[in-house]
């Protein structure tokens, strides 16, 4: 889909489904194809315009006690800049809102709009053609039940990424709160379950996602896992001290594994102070890619928008303005084979090393 002359763009997470899922239409896939509300981040005509080639699609299943009006309109906003956890989401919801928006998926990949991707030769074959490339991912397992049946139902329709948690407690693990200025080490770490899901998910080839686990958890992920460990949408902790944001412990432990991070694109995970508004986008965004790549290596960094789930910067606005951020890396002096690899290539060569 991507236009010529664009560097076609992976990314490592976005809450479209979720968008489209509580949106009135009926017609997702018309919302999806023709265009989506202004502002909304991700459709395929923005997709075209800005190069974005192919992501990880997640299946967000909200807490019932967020408001879910709130939620569409701007997901960060919600939260309190010093807010607890969200309580815990029962079974119920989560299979109710989980088979729903996976259902988009289906029906986005069956239209055409998309191609359902199972492994890094799918995700070639679908930009080959021109079309989204999308992996099936879930932030927040409370869908799956203590013995990991329903792991191998979404596994049969092709769930390849699972983060454990999202930022909330559940039978794996403990989420990290939206807390600025705060550690991630917020928690306990896993529970047994949650040690049976990373081993399950290891056999079965697929990604953990450790962005929104608090730091017990993700050393506990980190002593388990035989994978490359993966942040799909985090930034750097001693830029931006959030809570949902990595340490240089945790930055380490992810280059020792020749693990990834997708740089995240919400403003609050971004900026060193939040209400400070005077440091320009470009700087902020140069900040956090810098010393990714210094901590992790070139081949270790890549783009996690948290499109349709956060709010952007300016500089970016949405999917159409991602070759701007390329820009801005061009202009800072990042050469081409650095920015390719940033865009496509190091998420194409972590995932081929994760799920195959
Ligand atoms: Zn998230």
């Known amino acids: 889909m991507a236009e010529r002359n664009l560097v076609p763009i992976f990314d490592g997470h976005n809450d479209?489904?979720?968008?489209l899922h509580y949106a009135d239409e009926a017609d997702k896939v018309s919302l999806f194809t023709e265009g989506s509300p202004n502002d909304w981040h991700i459709d395929l005509p923005r997709a075209k315009q800005g190069g974005f080639a192919g992501g990880m699609f997640a299946v967000f299943a909200p807490s019932a006690d967020i408001p879910t009006e709130a939620l569409i309109e701007n997901a960060a906003s919600v939260f309190a800049i010093d807010e607890p956890l969200p309580a815990a989401l029962s079974m119920d919801d989560a299979h109710r809102t989980t088979v729903a928006m996976a259902s988009i998926l289906?029906?986005?990949?069956?239209a055409g709009a998309i191609a359902l991707c199972r492994s890094a030769a799918d995700i070639r074959a679908a930009r080959d053609r021109n079309t989204i490339a999308a992996v099936f991912h879930i932030e927040g397992a409370e869908a799956i039940d203590r013995d990991l049946r329903f792991l191998e139902t979404l596994y049969g329709l092709g769930l390849r990424s699972i983060g454990p948690v999202w930022s909330r407690p559940n039978i794996f693990g403990h989420g990290v709160p939206f807390r600025y200025p705060s550690s991630p080490d917020t928690g306990p770490g896993l529970t047994d379950a949650g040690n049976d899901l990373v081993?399950?998910?290891n056999d079965k080839k697929i990604l953990i996602d450790l962005s929104h686990l608090n730091e017990r958890g993700f050393?506990?992920?980190?002593?388990?896992s035989d994978a490359p460990l993966i942040a799909?949408?985090?930034?750097?902790?001693?830029?931006?001290p959030h809570a949902r944001n990595l340490t240089d412990w945790q930055l380490g432990a992810i280059r020792d594994t020749r693990g990834l991070?997708?740089?995240n694109f919400e403003t609050t995970f971004l900026r060193s102070a939040p209400d400070d508004l005077s440091v320009p986008d470009a700087e902020v965004l140069l900040r956090h890619m810098d010393a990714l790549i210094l901590e992790l290596g070139e081949d270790g960094v890549g783009i996690g928008s948290d499109f349709d789930g956060a709010t952007v910067p300016?500089?970016?606005?949405?999917a159409s303005g991602l070759q701007r951020l390329l820009n801005v890396f061009r202009d800072h002096g990042y050469g081409e084979d650095l920015i390719e690899k940033i865009a496509w290539r190091?998420?194409?060569?972590v995932i081929e090393r994760t799920i195959g």
């Open 232 to 240: 799909t949408h985090s930034n750097v902790h001693r830029i931006c």
């Open 16 to 19: 479209i489904l979720y968008k």
């Open 106 to 110: 289906f029906e986005l990949d069956r």
């Open 314 to 318: 300016e500089l970016i606005g949405d």
């Open 346 to 349: 190091n998420w194409l060569s």
């Open 261 to 263: 991070v997708g740089l």
């Open 219 to 224: 050393r506990d992920v980190a002593a388990l």
């Open 199 to 201: 081993r399950a998910c």
